[in-house]
């Protein structure tokens, strides 16, 4: 893992798409930063389509592709993706999404409940369609990285899949995740082949692993450091700065690429 500003400019010089978390990459403390939200706009000025891969819920999502100058929005850890057409929202559901069990959810729900004492169910949850989120870090009391991995044992005991964000333990059944539903929607809607070159990822927690692994042009921002014990595929990258200021650094040397 290098610093990003010690890269050839020439490296990026044939990207196109910009994918992005957005917790703790995009943001700090859960606020969107001017820099961050600057760069975005910089990006899509210059006709770099900008594609939010996040853990968020559909709710959020549907907010994010209306009002943000993206192309798409990859929500609830890849069980869908959000586009416009004409001004209408349209929806891509992955494939390998399973059919909607809130029983099974809410049994995972109260057995976490139950075990782990100070847990709770993510504020964003009513706005959740597929997936159950159950904050350790996002409010009071912040609850610690071992914590949530015990919580992500107790959801992979009940036959769910289960990732780590910087604020959440996401979890939902199907076998499906971030990075397989980004390449399907580069592959089957805007209709690339070859991902390598013309891709680039930024992200910050160990729920975006597979997108580091998948993209060669990945970074992270600066405040990954204390979550790299929990990552086994590291980006290719990271930059100087921290949460959504490492956004603007990265987006500023794909502006400035010459």
């Known amino acids: 893992m290098k610093l990003l500003k010690e890269a050839s400019p020439q490296l990026f010089s044939s990207v196109k798409y910009v994918l992005t978390d957005i917790d703790d990459t995009l943001t700090e403390q859960g606020r969107l930063l001017p820099e961050a939200f600057n760069a975005l706009w910089e990006l ?10 996040t853990g968020r819920p559909a709710g959020w999502c549907d907010c994010i592709v209306r009002q943000w100058p993206v192309a798409a929005v990859v929500g609830e850890n890849g069980a869908f993706a959000y586009y416009l057409e004409k001004g209408r929202r349209k929806e891509i559901l992955h494939p390998l999404v399973a059919p909607k069990d809130r029983k099974k959810l809410e049994d995972i729900k109260e057995k976490v409940l139950r075990e782990i004492p100070g847990s709770r169910v993510a504020g964003d949850q009513p706005f959740r369609i597929y997936d159950l989120a159950i904050d350790f870090a996002e409010e009071e009391p912040v609850l610690g990285l071992e914590v949530a991995e015990r919580i992500v044992s107790i959801c992979k005991g009940q036959g769910a899949e289960a990732k780590i964000s910087s604020i959440h333990v996401n979890t939902w059944f199907g076998t499906y995740n971030k990075v397989s539903m980004s ?7 805007f209709r690339l082949s070859d ?24 970074c992270a921002t600066a405040n990954i450091t204390p979550l790299l014990p929990y990552i086994n595929t590291m980006p290719a990258f990271i930059t100087e700065a921290p949460y959504g200021r490492g956004f603007a650094e990265a987006a500023g040397i794909l502006i400035n690429r010459g």
């Open 44 to 53: 899509h000025k210059r006709g770099i389509l900008v594609i939010p891969v």
């Open 195 to 218: 991902l390598d070159k013309v891709v680039f990822f930024c992200g910050d927690s160990p729920n975006d692993e597979p997108m580091f692994e998948k993209f060669p042009l990945s």
């Open 183 to 189: 390449v399907h929607l580069l592959k089957d809607f």
